[in-house]
């Protein structure tokens, strides 16, 4: 019963679209357990670039059944349209299983999370505005709606009237904004439903019952580890658990039954987004490395902050999601400079440290200490093997791979589906 969890080691934004896509031709189920549409996955398959926002990236391999687990919270208009769009392009999207335990992204969620986003001002965490933080909040308050509730009328004006009852007194008091009507809420769900009906599963049973008859799973994480809830530089982080162990909560799938944890690693580090980081660059080396690497999120727009790679968070993550492997994706940006800086350790009031510290105050004036690698010009793109990278290249990765804690068993050198080194097997 092998079952993969593939998660990203940074801020996110690490190519899990790419590793997953990868895999997708050799796995059964493919499980988006946790996080909404403020993630994205860009996949490239020959000439054809997909963005995907809240499907599994599996939902592109033939064979391949994707799934959307119970973590996960969901826009029924994003899916659809997301649905909507592959179908135009000739995917095959029938086979997709969304869990009745999801909660659905309401209307008054995203406008919940766009007026508190713009009330904290300076103070803002850098939300996407989607309305993810706001349908976990309710989650968790219970007071959330799920998507078995749409196929029941009165529940489900049960739940929007009791959740716009304290939200209706927080927009007209606090925000002076104009109240949001439940019928109109209810009205707008309820056109989903039928949408939505063929889609719907008990998908705790079927990726239990699929483990027990050996099939592969592959869980996908969305975001990174270091904007995980419990884990991640927090209050700037996701509202969910992209470590491993959401895997577990977000699929309805025990501990015992994950067999390996893969890491996707940059061949540097970026984010988008409010918070600390230390390798942070705002000199041209930064700014090459966004131009080159395509350094904009895929589902926000936005630019990503980017920097050398950082030692000390790809430690942290190995620790914390108790990582197998890693998959070191875009290590053909690197390409062209002669020296290439490394953070291995962080001063903090005049010390070095070597691991994450867990004060938020001390990460925050974390400097960075660097080791400094030597660089290659060689194109790398068309290599097969890893005997097929230059020498300088093939001892970067060494050193990450040291540095970090667990091996590098794949190796991305381009954006396509076909330019990846696999070093050794994920299966």
């Not at 239990?208 to 592959?218: F, G, R």
């Not at 600390?276 to 000199?283: A, N, R």
Request: charged residues 25%; hydrophobic residues 35%.
């Amino acid at each position: 019963m092998p079952a993969l969890v593939l998660l990203g080691a940074q801020w996110g934004d690490e190519g899990k679209g790419k590793a997953t896509d990868l895999l997708g031709g050799s796995v059964d189920y493919v499980v988006r357990y946790q996080g909404g549409n403020n993630a994205g996955h860009t996949v490239v398959v020959g000439d054809q670039k997909y963005a995907l926002h809240l499907l599994p990236s599996g939902i592109l391999s033939p064979g391949c059944t994707p799934v959307i687990g119970n973590g996960v919270v969901v826009d029924p208009s994003v899916l659809l349209s997301e649905l909507s769009g592959l179908n135009e392009r000739g995917v095959d999207t029938s086979k997709l299983l969304i869990s009745g335990n999801a909660h659905i992204i309401t209307p008054y969620n995203v406008t919940v999370d766009k007026v508190t986003e713009r009330f904290l001002g300076k103070r803002k965490i850098g939300t996407t505005g989607r309305g993810i933080g706001p349908t976990y909040a309710d989650k968790i308050n219970r007071v959330g709606i799920r998507v078995q509730d749409l196929y029941d009328e009165s529940i489900l004006t049960q739940k929007v009237e009791a959740a716009l009852d304290v939200k209706n007194q927080m927009l007209t008091k606090l925000y002076n904004r104009r109240a949001i009507a439940t019928g109109q809420v209810v009205e707008e769900l309820l056109g989903y439903a039928e949408k939505l009906r063929p889609y719907v599963a008990d998908t705790v049973l079927v990726l239990n019952q699929a483990l027990e008859d050996d099939k592969v799973v592959l869980f996908e994480g969305g975001q990174g580890t270091l904007l995980d809830i419990d884990h991640g530089t927090y209050p700037f982080v996701t509202s969910s658990n992209p470590t491993a162990g959401g895997a577990c909560t977000g699929a309805g799938v025990g501990p015992t039954k994950i067999s390996r944890v893969i890491g996707i690693l940059k061949a540097y580090t970026t984010r988008v987004g409010a918070g600390p980081f230390p390798t942070e660059l705002f000199d041209e080396d930064g700014e090459a490395l966004r131009r080159i690497g395509g350094e904009r999120g895929v589902t926000t727009g936005r630019d990503r902050r980017c920097g050398w790679f950082d030692a000390v968070i790809a430690r942290y993550a190995t620790r914390v999601n108790g990582l197998t492997d890693f998959f070191l994706t875009k290590l053909d940006v690197l390409t062209g400079w002669e020296q290439i800086p490394v953070c291995v350790a962080y001063e903090i009031d005049g010390k070095r440290v070597e691991e994450l510290p867990y004060s938020q105050s001390d990460f925050h004036h974390a400097k960075p200490i660097y080791e400094t690698l030597p660089g290659w010009s060689e194109d790398i793109t068309k290599a097969k093997s890893f005997d097929d990278l230059p020498k300088n290249a093939q001892n970067y990765v060494k050193a990450l791979e040291e540095m970090s804690g667990a091996p590098i068993s794949a190796i991305g050198v381009g954006p396509g589906r076909d330019e990846t080194i696999e070093v050794n097997s994920f299966l």
